[in-house]
Structure formats: C-alpha cells, structure tokens
C-alpha cells in the first residue's frame, strides 16, 4: 500500500519570502502522479500543482513549485514570494494505479504580514 | 461550469440516526469519488464510480455505509445508525478521463457532527 508522510505539521513564513513544504512517499508502483493540494479555511481543497513520475522536469506553476527526486521519493513543494492568501493546509497526494488519491497528513502554513 | 456541489453543508445527527448525502459532480465528468476527513487528517479514500458503476470501495466503508449513483450523474453517500466516530467532513471529489492523471475537483464537503 502507499503512504504519503508529511513531517511538518505546520510553517510559518514572512510575506513575500520563500519556504518550502516536504512530503515523501512510498511505493513500489513506477508509473504515479504526484499532487499538491490547498485547503484554505472553511473552503474547498484545489490542485495547486501536478508531477508525473515520468517526468524528470519539475512542475512549475507561477510561483509554486516542486522538487520531484524520484529515487529518493521525495516531492516538496516551493513556495515563492508568499502571500497572505497562501495561509492554507497543504496536502500532498499520490496516485497510482488506482484512481484513489492518498493523502498526507497536511502542513499548516501561515504567512505573517 | 459550476463546480462540485455537495448537500447539505452541515449535518447534525443522534447517534444511531441515518444520514444522507448527496454530491452533484461537475458536468460530463463521469467520475466521482468520495472521501473522509477527521480534525488534523488528510482526507481518506472511501469510494469511487464510473458513470453508475462503483468500481473501488476502502476497507473503511463498512456495512453501515452504501454509496450509489444512479444514471452516472449525482451521487448519494448514505450511513446508517450513526456513530460518534463518524463525525467527519465527507468530501466528494470528480474527474473526466479527459483530464490528465485524472485530475480529481473537489466540493465544499459536508461536515457531519453526531451527538
């Protein structure tokens, strides 16, 4: 079975400065899909960026982006030039060959004005 | 287009009631999956269709729990005599083949509270 481990239940971040999400995986599946998603408060969760296993290029979504080191199973998520409206849960995601999404555990981040 | 809507937002029931919940997926998109989440978890896979057919169920839902989606279009996650330790947001999640990796939108969900 897979499992999604998220070791940082909560960040913080000044505004406009950078941080970075850690997430890793495992699995023994070699075709996947990885996934960032946000949950802001009492709202619903959105995709914020998306990796294909067979990619070796990182996704890049404006100012989010990911670190994907497929042997080391590891898939973190950088945030640059945060903003306020980027306070959320943060959930990392991964989807095999089944349709089912599995999910961390969630980092809360809070971005300070 | 007007999303993932779930019904109702909130629901609040005894113990040993049942409750009903209904997830309306985005047009065309013939996929629809359903999820739980606790305080301070990920959400948790519970089911999922394609078009009327359920095609995975977890090992979480227990014979308290049915889901169906007649005709493919919305769907009806149901739980019978309620316990506390179903107190959850359910969230329903949809998906079109067309999409890449099957990429899952998500409702508002429905945050279940039982006394």
């Known amino acids: 079975a897979q499992t999604v481990t998220q070791s940082q239940p909560e960040m913080s971040v000044q505004e406009a400065e950078t941080v970075t999400l850690s997430c890793t995986y495992d699995?023994?599946?070699?075709?996947?899909?990885l996934f960032w998603y946000k949950q802001p408060p009492s709202r619903q969760m959105i995709l914020v960026i998306r990796?294909?296993?067979?990619?070796?290029q990182n996704a890049t979504e404006n100012r989010f982006s990911v670190n994907f080191q497929k042997a080391a199973k590891s898939f973190s998520l950088k945030i640059s030039d945060s903003q306020l409206g980027d306070a959320a849960m943060y959930f990392c995601a991964f989807q095999g060959g089944s349709e089912k999404l599995v999910f961390g555990k969630g980092t809360k981040l809070t971005v300070n004005p | 287009d007007t999303g993932v809507s779930q019904n109702p937002r909130h629901k609040i029931t005894k113990r040993g009631q049942n409750v009903t919940f209904r997830c309306d997926p985005i047009s065309e998109h013939n996929r629809l999956y359903w999820y739980r989440q606790t305080l301070g978890q990920g959400p948790e896979f519970l089911t999922y269709?394609?078009?009327?057919?359920?095609?995975?169920k977890s090992r979480l839902l227990s014979d308290r729990f049915s889901a169906e989606r007649p005709k493919g279009s919305f769907s009806t996650l149901e739980i019978q005599r309620t316990e506390q330790g179903d107190s959850a947001m359910y969230l329903c999640a949809s998906s079109s083949p067309g999409l890449a990796s099957y990429e899952q939108y998500f409702g508002p969900g429905t945050r279940l509270t039982v006394t």
């Open positions: 990796q294909e296993a067979y990619k070796q």
């Open positions: 269709f394609q078009n009327e057919a359920q095609l995975e």
């Open positions: 699995t023994s599946e070699s075709d996947y899909y």
